[in-house]
């Protein structure tokens, strides 16, 4: 075997690996946590705009920073291991607008609480654009849907 075939073979396996990581990740991501809602759209209802992302801020700044910290990375807060929202590479309940919405209306994982009481639909997808604007470039709520992660 030359040292060509030899390194293919090495990068197809590797490959093949990282696959099923993303396939086994995605699928304890579907069932943990967030209560599952068929109904929730995958993508963002509410068209992306810099007034409904000022909005998102405005429902973080009030109900999530307290654990997730102002700048979303949750690191000034030692009584919860509230998720760094900068991070999706990090994130257990997914990353598509939907996950985010279902996470903050039901909740997520055990200490997540469900904020249906205290916000509307609309404004949780407006918070959705604000989550976005945390992350990284790639991950904006202004991005194309599709080349989200
Ligand atoms: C009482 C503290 C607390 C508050 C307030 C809070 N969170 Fe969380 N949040 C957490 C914790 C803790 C987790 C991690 C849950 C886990 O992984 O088990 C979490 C997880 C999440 C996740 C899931 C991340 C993942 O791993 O997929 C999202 C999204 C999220 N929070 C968004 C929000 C939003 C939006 C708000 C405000 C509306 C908010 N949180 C308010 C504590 C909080």
């Not at 197809?12 to 396939?23: H, I, N, Q, R």
């Not at 039901?106 to 904020?115: I, R, V």
Request: charged content about 25%.
């Amino acid at each position: 075997m030359t040292v060509v075939t030899r390194a293919l073979r090495v990068a197809t396996f590797l490959s093949l690996g990282l696959a099923a990581a993303a396939v086994a990740q995605s699928e304890a991501s579907q069932g943990a946590g967030a209560a599952d809602d068929p109904a929730v759209p995958a993508v963002n209802p509410t068209p992306y705009t810099e007034a409904a992302e000022k909005r998102g801020r405005t429902h973080y700044l009030r109900h999530c920073q307290i654990c997730h910290g102002f700048d979303g990375r949750a690191l000034e807060n030692i009584d919860f291991e509230a998720t760094d929202l900068t991070d999706p590479e990090r994130w257990r309940f997914g990353t598509t607008d939907g996950d985010l919405f279902r996470s903050t209306k039901f909740g997520a994982g055990l200490d997540m609480p469900p904020f249906e009481a205290e916000l509307d639909d609309a404004e949780i997808w407006e918070l959705v654009h604000y989550l976005r604007s945390l992350g990284p470039e790639e991950h904006r709520a202004a991005a194309e849907p599709e080349n989200r992660p």
